[in-house]
């Protein structure tokens, strides 16, 4: 029989749901309850593990159906998700009819007999008799028509979404940004939850869609660029937009992440979710935002009042590209670019045009105006049951502020103590967060928020330690009370005794003492406890973070990403805009290395002006090295841009997805081609330019001997390796814990490849996230790799780390490693390993 699970924030709501279900089927059904909390003070909320262990108490070959209230019982119902094997997962359905008449519907269906499937779309029809009954209309509009006019003049597509968290904030700018260089009426509705077309062009309703990983979403066009418009979203979205593989993502809730409730066993702890690590000890300062008393007022002169408001939003805009510009001096460029999407909301047409529309109609100042329309926004933020969708609310309310400040002439207020404190608040905004004084914060605590928060995110940039989500009671203490804040942990103990205090002064000085030996001894080389000296570099995308990672210990770029100065745009970078950037990268690093790897576009990286055709599966396609090849003129110009940008300085050149020796050669004489054409047209250039090559696909391992004749070097690309060599794609979530880099199989082409290098007396790097694993450093110290690169806010702890370990004993467990069957076995052994160090 099918199984039901009841999640509820309430117990005593699940119960009733539950008693009401059993009484209409004789008690039959197999029916359990996840629902509330532990804590009597704190009775309303939901617990993954709790929902795991109904789901498994009513577990079966024939199914489960899980049936939600709203808001985080999603949240935790998808986390429990995860915890079950892949085999038991296909068996459970989220369902997401209405709680009680779900429940009963389902209930009534499943002792039936009915399939997983007949209990599920039961369920979901659960309504139906209701509204008929009370004679309520439910047809929908003609979305379509009312959005798209002639049917002949639309064109459609529909597309997944695979990246991990969805239309969140960046991906939703991302998709906003590309639309609005279009003429044309764009606009999208997700089909995954039935919701209605809206603007394309709009970031507020963008995000009121929802739309989650794995969601289908529709998006139709009408206009004489129509086509281009459609090419370009499918190309965006294709590529994940572009998010990095360690893109923030929800985290498996423990006791503590569903915030918000005090220790039972210690009534003066308060416990929440540790957003941010390491422990602070000091007094309160409580920030209380002053909210200016807005005054709505009649106007006589509309375009006075427009000007206005254009006025205000023209100076916040400034005023954001301002701290952008500050926070990447201490945050690298892809967390700064959450400020991006701020600045999306001040050309969004739903808010922007709707204050206009307001000012319009109603002759009302603009203060009053942009007041409504933002509260308008923000109820449609709240009405969603999306955590992630419902964070964004913190933004818009953030951008509100800063515009009604320029409007009514009021300062906005800052967190400032007089002495160094903790900053306890109800909720704290990304602006404000990254203009407060680390000298004079501590820690962070908040009443609301949590990981995904984009406050949460400038927290970790800056090494605050911070706990956000930790409830009303966190605003019940005093001025000047004495704090610990573990945001290790995730819990903030008020007034602590002389015990505790010594106990956590202890903990802070080990943990100060381990991170500033880690950041003191960030700019030494890195070496091994027996004298084993490795390279270490940065993965970057953007000169701007060269300066982060070079603060952060690297010794040089192993991997610049220049597939970036290709997006964002609409047509092809000369070669004098490559030059400049790739020069500029050069200086900063001084005599330190350079790696450019050409442009590495299809697969997941496509581009959307120039047009390539969507491929069944293009990371079996046209891509990396191939498409250079094929596409001569864009190939010669990056190249006369690196070779002219190498001369006197530090570069090498590397080619991605090399899979023959013919494409190798292929390459290297175009490079002769063009430094012969620079010859001729006068420019100064490096001739003797080291050429690597990226080792990528099974192929250019079995073939590694040969291909180390053409090259000075290759750099392992661990990502990819590990998705062919297990026939896995990464970005596919059913298969994609089979792509793990632990698996013997892959182990064993990084250890052939790094030992046919040696042999030919020539360097070898690794430059996939596997470089900045801790778990996977003494595997790949063993295997002799010689240089490591990796995203630079990982370098410091990294360094320190491999000073522990010794190169003698991690070649030992190397060769245990290859002789494992399984990739869990290897991370037992590794993690054994790292124990005893």
């Not at 819990?491 to 080990?510: A, F, M």
């Not at 047009?611 to 094929?630: A, Q, T, V």
Request: glycine share 6%; aromatic share 6%; net charge negative.
């Amino acid at each position: 029989m099918v199984g039901i699970v009841i999640v509820a924030h309430s117990n005593k709501l699940a119960e009733g749901v539950r008693d009401l279900a059993q009484q209409m089927v004789q008690g039959k059904a197999a029916i359990a309850i996840a629902a509330g909390t532990d804590d009597p003070a704190n009775p309303l909320g939901t617990d993954a593990s709790k929902i795991f262990q109904a789901i498994d108490s009513v577990y079966s070959d024939d199914g489960v159906v899980v049936l939600m209230d709203l808001g985080s019982a999603i949240l935790s119902a998808e986390t429990a998700l995860d915890f079950f094997p892949d085999h038991q997962k296909e068996n459970i359905y989220l369902c997401e009819a209405p709680l009680v008449e779900g429940v009963l519907s389902a209930a009534v269906q499943a002792t039936g007999g009915g399939n997983i499937e007949s209990v599920t779309e039961e369920a979901r029809n659960a309504l139906n008799a209701k509204t008929s009954q009370l004679g309520i209309d439910t047809t929908l509009k003609d979305a379509e028509q009312e959005v798209h006019g002639p049917a002949d003049s639309t064109q459609e597509i529909v597309l997944p979404v695979r990246n991990k968290l969805g239309l969140h904030a960046r991906p939703a700018a991302q998709f906003v940004s590309t639309a609005s260089k279009f003429k044309a009426e764009i606009f999208v509705k997700n089909l995954s939850k039935n919701t209605d077309f809206v603007n394309a062009k709009s970031i507020n309703q963008i995000i009121t869609l929802g739309v989650r990983h794995g969601h289908q979403i529709m998006i139709a066009a009408a206009g004489s660029d129509a086509s281009d418009a459609i090419l370009s979203l499918n190309k965006l979205i294709d590529s994940n937009f572009n998010e990095e593989e360690n893109a923030s993502i929800l985290t498996p809730l423990s006791q503590k992440d569903k915030g918000v409730r005090e220790s039972k066993q210690n009534r003066n702890v308060l416990e929440g979710i540790p957003v941010s690590s390491g422990i602070a000890i000091g007094n309160a300062f409580i920030y209380r935002p002053v909210i200016p008393d807005v005054q709505e007022y009649g106007i006589t002169d509309i375009e006075i009042e427009i000007t206005r408001f254009r006025n205000a939003l023209d100076e916040v805009k400034k005023d954001i590209e301002t701290l952008q510009r500050e926070t990447k001096k201490s945050m690298d460029a892809y967390d700064a670019s959450i400020f991006e999407s701020h600045l999306l909301y001040l050309n969004d047409p739903a808010l922007v045009d709707h204050t206009r529309d307001i000012i319009t109609e109603q002759l009302i100042n603009a203060e009053a105006a942009w007041e409504t329309a933002l509260k308008e926004m923000i109820n449609s933020y709240k009405s969603i049951g999306d955590q992630i969708v419902r964070d964004r609310e913190v933004d818009l309310i953030d951008i509100g502020s800063q515009v009604m400040s320029k409007l009514t002439g009021k300062p906005r207020t800052h967190p400032d103590p007089d002495e160094p404190s903790i900053l306890i608040a109800q909720e704290l905004n990304p602006s404000e967060t990254a203009q407060l004084n680390p000298e004079k914060i501590l820690a962070l605590c908040a009443e609301k928020g949590n990981k995904t928060s984009h406050s949460a995110i400038v927290a970790r940039s800056f090494g605050i330690p911070a706990v956000f989500g930790i409830g009303e009671r966190l605003l019940e203490i005093e001025e000047t009370t004495t704090l610990i804040v573990d945001g290790n942990e995730g819990i903030v103990i008020v007034e602590p005794d002389n015990d505790t205090l010594k106990t956590y002064r202890k903990h802070q000085e080990t943990d100060t003492a381990a991170k500033q030996k880690a950041v003191t001894r960030t700019l030494d080389k890195a070496v091994s406890v027996d004298g084993t000296v490795v390279g270490i570099m940065a993965n970057v995308s953007y000169t701007s973070d060269i300066k982060y990672a070079l603060e952060h210990g690297a010794e040089g770029v192993g991997l610049f990403r220049t597939e970036f100065l290709h997006m964002n745009r609409t047509t092809l970078p000369s070669e004098e805009d490559q030059y400049k950037v790739y020069k500029e990268a050069a200086d900063l690093l001084g005599n330190r290395p350079l790696t450019i790897r050409t442009v590495d576009i299809g697969g997941d990286k496509p581009v959307p002006y120039l047009n390539i055709i969507k491929e069944p599966n293009p990371y079996l396609g046209w891509r990396g090295l191939r498409y250079c090849l094929d596409q001569i003129d864009v190939f010669k110009t990056q190249l006369r841009a690196i070779l002219r940008a190498a001369y006197d300085r530090n570069v090498l050149l590397m080619f991605p997805m090399v899979t023959t020796v013919r494409e190798m050669r292929a390459a290297s004489a175009i490079i002769n081609e063009v430094k012969q054409e620079l010859s001729q047209d006068g420019y100064t250039f490096n001739d003797t330019i080291k050429i690597g090559a990226m080792i990528e696909t099974p192929s250019a391992v079995m073939m590694a001997h040969r291909l180390i004749n053409e090259v000075d070097f290759f750099s392992i690309g661990s990502n990819d390796l590990t998705q062919y060599v297990l026939a896995a794609d990464r970005t596919n979530s059913k298969v994609a814990t089979l792509g793990d880099p632990f698996d013997p199989a892959v182990l064993k082409m990084i250890h052939d490849t790094i030992v046919v290098a040696h042999n030919a007396g020539k360097r070898i790097g690794l430059c996939g996230e596997m470089a900045g694993d801790r778990l996977a450093l003494p595997l790949l110290l063993g295997f002799g790799l010689d240089e490591f690169s990796m995203s630079p806010k990982l370098i410091s702890e990294w360094k320190e780390a491999l000073r522990s370990i010794s190169a003698i004993k991690a070649k030992e467990l190397a060769r245990e490693a290859l002789q494992c069957i399984a990739a869990d076995d290897v991370k037992h052994l590794c993690s054994e390993f790292l124990k005893d160090i």
